[in-house]
């Protein structure tokens, strides 16, 4: 029986763990925080779980959360321009989104539960070989910090050097849900995106809006202003944004009523996507695989980071029961099983920040608005984003998407 | 609906362009010899299909040959020296082997039957531009002639330069076959291998012995010797050669019945294991795929080639159905999703003909001999190559193979 050690308890590093412990795998987690620390602090994202990872969790028995009550059913699209654009996509099953403060915590409790070790410590890079000692092979699955730096960057994969959008999200009292509940993605050309979220928090089912804004555009400023010297107009500031460029969702505020609903639930940054190497040989010999941010960082925009760490998690604990060795094939097969959807993810993230927009990507979201079906279509491959990047890879392709669901 | 253009009437030609018509995709096969040319000549190979394969011929609806009468339950191991072994593995479910002088024929009138187009013309590797005009993507599944040489060598998984086994294959009367029924696989240490297989050919159930002999030893001589010069003179030498060298075969053998089926149903020859670059871009942007001997060459020591070929059919048939494009990307998903299975097939082929042969191989063999369960496991992965090895591919995994066993 192999013995593993998990660096890291985010979603990659609790659904591996969680995995193992239902193989009765001996698995400890070294976390740099307690659980009440996970349990509390500034809003760390506004994460979606897509269907596809929800039945993870269903097979992982961590389906704490009534997919009826806490889930959602449909991406609502608004495009601005002179010709404004507003349809709707359906999934096949729903999506969710939950605080990870709420969220991480009731997993780690599962976790120790089932026989999980969870150790609090500050875990740095050169503490890896030290810990490599007590297992087969180390699982690298926190992206915070300087970790990610033991993994060198795939230039191949990574076109970018800079955050392609400033990032607000914030919490919100005052927002009323979309009908049917779902997540409106609203573009406004050369300014970015909102996705608006309904997810579920200490205060209630609240409203996440994760403002994607271009560096440079109108909606900028709301990456950069300071919310706690001045609460008010911070507020004033969102609504008068989302009004002139986010119109569908502002009109289902009620600016009364509309308010973050903590200070700390306001997250303010910027990202650079980055697909990283799988996996290293460590000096005394045992490897360290990479999984999770870790691995590959994709802006949230399409809602994929935790999909891709969940399903990476997964493989790599298939591969964990299966095999016999924790050696460089070990890592090759996690890498090679995971490829194609991982790299799908962050190909086609990638292209959903490139600008300007390529034509082909326009050309599918006009022909979208006019087609339930392939709007369907393109919604329910949130679970399956390979199956998208085969449509948006490039212009041929997403030609013969078209075709398809015109013939 | 793509158009698919396929080179070659191999099991991988076939079992592609069946799978194909499953899916109503126009297909053409071309082919350099008629379907009477494939009946006739000389005996051209002496295959396995192991279960899994069976299987894809079941979903293909070419399963003609009853599996309890054609097929084959076991494999039963000799290894020679000072203390010889002998000792036997089942298969979960049973392998076949049949002349494909019979098998492709058959396929080729399926295919045929089911709206595909077989085409009877020489193709050189410059009519393939020409073809391509006319598909969609070209498949090149003809291991003849100079159509590999489209694909540059992979130095990477390709270990030999020159033929490790100079190979004798004949189909025998006068071989009772073992019980059960199955094939044996005898090993003379240092002279090479004997293949015995239960074989269906046009004179009914006889026995082709694949003699894989190690250049300068012992049996070289098998696979130099001219048995149309003297028949006689060729019985002798391979009757002495098996009791000399691979005495549990020899010992079910009739001397007195003991000849060819046929003057035609001899096949002397050498190998070098290749793998080639999976596809290339042909200078119209069209693709070409390498599939089955094209892609990769292995010995038939252990009967992988054929499975090895199917698989890889299957999967381009899949990922021809599920995609919108015949571009790099269509090559590169082929390319990874094969890759694990095709590539332990190759691994594991080389592993056995290495000379000498590693310790952790004798080791493994030597366990085998004492622990049924474990030698199951082994004979049942001849469906299962990437499994097979995980237990080979270093010394650290079979000796953790055998501690599971132990354990």
Redesign the interface.
């Known amino acids: 029986m192999p013995n593993i050690g998990i660096v890291g308890s985010g979603i990659a590093g609790l659904h591996l763990g969680l995995f193992l412990r239902q193989h009765d795998v001996p698995v400890t987690i070294y976390n740099d925080r307690a659980v009440e620390e996970l349990a509390s602090g500034r809003l760390p994202n506004s994460v979606a779980h897509h269907h596809i990872t929800v039945q993870r969790e269903q097979a992982l028995g961590i389906d704490h959360w009534d997919i009826n009550e806490y889930g959602y059913f449909c991406h609502h699209h608004y495009i601005g321009g002179p010709e404004s654009l507003v349809f709707q996509g359906d999934f096949a099953a729903p999506s969710r989104a939950l605080d990870y403060r709420i969220y991480l915590p009731r997993l780690v409790e599962d976790f120790q539960e089932r026989g999980g070790e969870f150790q609090v410590r500050p875990v740095r890079a050169e503490d890896v070989v030290t810990l490599s000692e007590r297992h087969d092979i180390m699982v690298i699955s926190s992206g915070r910090g300087a970790m990610s730096g033991m993994f060198p960057r795939r230039a191949d994969k990574s076109p970018y050097t800079a955050p392609q959008r400033k990032l607000c999200v914030g919490l919100w009292h005052g927002v009323r849900h979309s009908e049917p509940r779902g997540v409106t993605m609203s573009i406004s050309p050369g300014h970015g995106e909102l996705l608006e979220i309904p997810i579920y928090s200490f205060e209630g089912h609240v409203t996440a809006l994760l403002f994607e804004n271009v560096p440079g555009g109108e909606l900028e400023e709301l990456a950069n202003a300071d919310h706690d010297d001045d609460p008010a107009a911070f507020q004033k500031l969102t609504l008068e944004k989302a009004k002139q460029h986010h119109p569908t969702t502002f009109e289902r505020i009620d600016p009364a009523a509309f308010r973050l609903t903590s200070p700390r639930d306001l997250l303010q940054g910027a990202l650079v996507p980055t697909v990283r190497e799988d996996y290293l040989r460590l000096p005394n010999g045992k490897y360290a695989l990479a999984v999770g941010d870790v691995h590959t960082v994709v802006d949230p925009i399409i809602g994929q980071g935790a999909n891709s760490a969940s399903y990476s998690a997964w493989v790599t604990g298939e591969t964990i029961i299966?095999?016999?060795?924790f050696?460089e094939?070990f890592c090759q097969?996690v890498a090679?099983?995971r490829?194609?959807r991982v790299h799908a993810i962050s190909d086609w993230t990638n292209l959903m920040i490139q600008g300007p927009p390529p034509a082909h990507l326009l050309e599918l979201l006009g022909a979208m608005s006019q087609n339930r079906a392939m709007c369907d279509e393109f919604t329910n491959n949130f679970s399956y984003p390979e199956?998208q990047?085969?449509?948006l890879?490039?212009p041929?392709?997403t030609k013969?998407?078209l075709a398809?669901h015109a013939g």
């Not at 299966?322 to 060795?325: A, M, N, Q, S, V």
């Open positions: 299966e095999d016999l060795g050696d094939r097969k090679a099983r490829a194609e199956r990047w085969d449509i890879a490039s041929e392709r013969a998407f398809k």
